[in-house]
Each structure stands twice: as C-alpha cells, then as structure tokens.
C-alpha cells in the first residue's frame, strides 16, 4: 500500500458505509479489518428506520436492499405482566422500518467497493504521530507500519483510534443483549410486525425479516457471573430458555429454533452523552465514526443507522474541500483535512448528543424497577423529547 491513502480502520457497517461514500465522491481509501474475513454473521440482523434509508439512498444500494427485506406494518409493545398492548401502525405514519439480515448489509456495501478495497488480517495496535511529521503511523499487531495520509477510525465500541483522541473510555450499562435469527422453512405465521414482550426487566424482540425468516433479541439485567459462561451458543440458548420460561410458548420455540449461527451475547456499552457533548473527535488528519465515535445501547435501534449517515457527512464534507485527490499524492494539505473533519464533527455533535441521550434515557428507564429514579426517567423522556419518533426524521442529506 503507498504511504499515502485514506485509511479506514475496520470493516463494520461504518467502515465499508465510509469506503462507499468516499468512492462515490471520487476519494481513494482503503479500509483495515483485523478478521480474516468480512465478518456479516455477528449481531444476526439490524432495524433500519427510515433515516437509515436516507442514508443507503444516497449510497446508492437501498433498492437491492429493499429486496432483502419486507417493510413493517406495524411497531407492538406487550406487557405480560399486565396483559396492556400498545400499537402503533408504521402504514398509517409512512414510516419505511425493515430489519435486514447484517449478511445482506454487509455484503452489499462490500459488493458495491472496488476490489481489493478492504485487507483482511490487519489488526490495527497504536496511532502515533511521527517525530517529524505530522501524518499518523499506524502500527498492526504482526509488526508491520503504515504512514498515513489520512485515518478515520471506524473500529467499533472498543476503539483503538478514539483511544489516540483521548476520549473518554466508554461506559456499561447494566443490560446485556442475545441476538439470534430463526428460519422457518415452510413459512412462519407471525405479522409483519415489530413486537416487543416485557416481563420483570426481561425484553423480547421479535422482528419479521420476511416470510420465513425472523429477527430475535432479548435485553436482560447483566449478571457478571454470566460474561464467561455466555460464549457458547447452547448455554446461550439454554440460559435464554431458562430465563423466558413463563413467556409464550411460540417465543420459546422461536429460541429453540434459533439457527445457532447467528446467536451472540453482548453486555450493552455507551458513550456517555456528555462526553459526546465535549469530546475532541478529530485531531489533525485523524477522526472517528460509527460506534468508534458515539456507541449506544441498541433501544432505539440507531446506532447502525448513525454511523451511515456519518459515512454520508463524512464524504461530504472531504469532497466539498476538495480532497478528491487526497490519495494521490496532490496537494492537500493538513489544513484542508482538518477543516473538513472540524466541519463533519461540527454538523454531527448535536445530533449524536441527542440521539444517544434518548437512548441512555430510554435503556436507564427498562433497566430499573419502580421508584423515584423511574419517575425521573419518564419526566425527562416526556420534557426532553416530546416527539419520541422524531430522531427518525433525520435527514442527513444528499451525498
Ligand atoms: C444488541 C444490539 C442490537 C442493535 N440493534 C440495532 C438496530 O436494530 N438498528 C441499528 O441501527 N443499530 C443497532 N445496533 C447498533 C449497531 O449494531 C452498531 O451501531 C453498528 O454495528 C456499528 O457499526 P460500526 O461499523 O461502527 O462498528 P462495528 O460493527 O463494531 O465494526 C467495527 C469493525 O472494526 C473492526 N475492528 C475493531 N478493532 C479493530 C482494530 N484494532 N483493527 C482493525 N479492525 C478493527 C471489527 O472487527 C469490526 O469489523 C445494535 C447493537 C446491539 C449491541
């Protein structure tokens, strides 16, 4: 690789998402992925809610996506523990949500690069700035060093590059997450629908991805005896199991049937919106995005939807500084790299502030029993943000 490219460090949604843009707006980058392979099994599927479209419009990969995927008609909250229902029809407020499989996500935008964009096997150690230079070293755990023009760390939750930033470390909510995908081979029988069971703190997902397959989670207390023992997919089937024994009997079955693939646990993290608030997310020629920047618990299912519309800003904002030929050896300058990483974190802090906020609000809320502090939780979510669908809104603009 010439010491000289764009650089993306890891190849998660934000990665190749940032990749595409760039290619689109005529920017060279490549991208760093320490797994040998893409990896598209892990996290079994995401929600896309219509911002999130917005953003794989511009990518220019909505359309084949849409085939993966059937729009839902309708969002269900269920209390079993009252037997209340709530229902909000997705038809009659034209919003477009679909869950898609992360496989058919990640495999789209990687299909769309060009070949030899992404390098497997490149585990990105530390980021230092040279003695006499002021491009980034890069330095990979087998030994080897890149010099980099330009490094936008799109390398998940536990960052190395937001680490070179001297960010805040993010923090842990005391929730954990399975995910898990079912295939149902003669079709199943649920609606196309976004249903939620609650019981105690206990939080089931159900989501159609279209007619034979379905999208599960379960967001539950963490316990940290379970962070070991929850790495093998039957305990984590059977603890889920064990876990939901007074839910429906076709939740059960649903987990029983779980392709064992696609089944994860994750103690939930975040970046604490205040931190969000003052965090320096670019220093010289180096920024982040994605989780890497903003990582939020999953209760509004935005966080993947974030970070495609930091991949659509992010090529922006280079382009409209006119560092299209940032890889080729022209005359860029510093300067210009900064303004436009000044520029994309200017037109992104407020935005991911307030998303994650009501995330944090709206995770702290499922996570806490009765008491003054759940009290506090609803006062603020009904001040804060009297329109709770509105983060759905978003436009993040055209490419
Ligand atoms: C339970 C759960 C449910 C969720 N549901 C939704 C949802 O419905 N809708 C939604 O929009 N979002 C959802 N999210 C959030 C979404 O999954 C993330 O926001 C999204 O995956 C972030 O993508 P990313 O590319 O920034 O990071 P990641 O997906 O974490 O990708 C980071 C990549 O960087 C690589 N990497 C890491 N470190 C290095 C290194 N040192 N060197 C080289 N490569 C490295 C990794 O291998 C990985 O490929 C959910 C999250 C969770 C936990």
């Known amino acids: 690789m ?5 650089v993306i460090i890891g190849a998660g949604i934000c990665g190749l998402a940032t990749a595409l843009a760039l290619h689109k707006k005529g920017i060279k980058s490549v991208v ?45 909250v269920i209390s079993l523990d009252g037997g209340r229902q709530k229902e909000i029809s997705l038809v009659r407020l034209e919003y477009e949500i679909r869950c898609l499989r992360r496989k058919d996500l990640i495999d789209t935008l990687y299909a769309a690069l060009p070949l030899d964009t992404v390098k497997f096997g490149c585990q990105l150690e530390s980021i230092k700035l040279g003695p006499h230079s002021t491009k980034p070293i890069l330095r990979f755990i087998d030994g080897s060093s890149v010099i980099a023009k330009v490094v936008i760390g799109c390398d998940g939750g536990k960052s190395i590059v937001s680490e070179f930033l001297n960010l805040k470390p993010t923090k842990m909510f005391p929730l954990c997450a399975v995910r ?72 059960k079955e649903m987990i029983e049937n779980t392709d064992m693939e696609s089944l994860s646990f994750t103690h939930l993290r975040y970046r604490a919106p205040r931190d969000l608030l003052t965090g320096t997310f670019c220093k010289g020629t180096v920024t982040v995005a994605g ?53 994309f974190v200017k037109q992104r802090r407020m935005r991911i502030v307030w998303l994650s906020l009501q995330t944090y609000l709206t995770g702290m809320l499922s996570g806490t029993s009765l008491g003054p502090k759940k009290i506090l939780y609803i006062w603020l979510l009904k001040v804060l943000f009297p329109n709770p669908n509105g983060h759905i809104d978003y436009d993040c603009g055209e490419l």
Request: with cysteine; aromatic share 8%; net charge negative.
């Open 32 to 76: 760093m992925e320490r797994a040998e392979s893409l990896r598209n099994v892990t996290g079994a599927a995401i929600g896309i809610r219509p911002n999130g479209w917005r953003a794989l419009d511009q990518l220019g990969v909505a359309e084949t996506l849409r085939r993966t995927a059937i729009p839902l008609q309708r969002q269900r």
């Open 180 to 251: 898990g995908l079912t295939n149902y081979p003669n079709g199943h029988s649920y609606d196309y629908e976004f249903a939620r069971f609650m019981k105690d703190n206990v939080i089931i997902g159900r989501i159609a991805i279209d007619d034979n397959s379905v999208y599960w989670f379960c967001s539950l207390p963490f316990n940290p005896k379970d962070e070991k023992g929850w790495k093998d997919p039957e305990v984590i089937r059977q603890s889920t199991l064990e876990l939901l024994s007074d839910f429906p009997q076709e939740i």
């Open 291 to 343: 989780d890497a920047m903003h990582v939020m618990g999953p209760f509004l299912g935005q966080g993947g939807s974030a970070a495609l519309e930091d991949a659509v800003v992010l090529a922006r904002t280079m382009a409209q500084l006119g560092l299209n030929n940032v890889g080729s050896g022209s005359k860029v300058t510093i300067h210009g790299v900064e303004k436009a990483f000044n520029q």
């Open 2 to 6: 010439n010491d000289d490219e764009v």
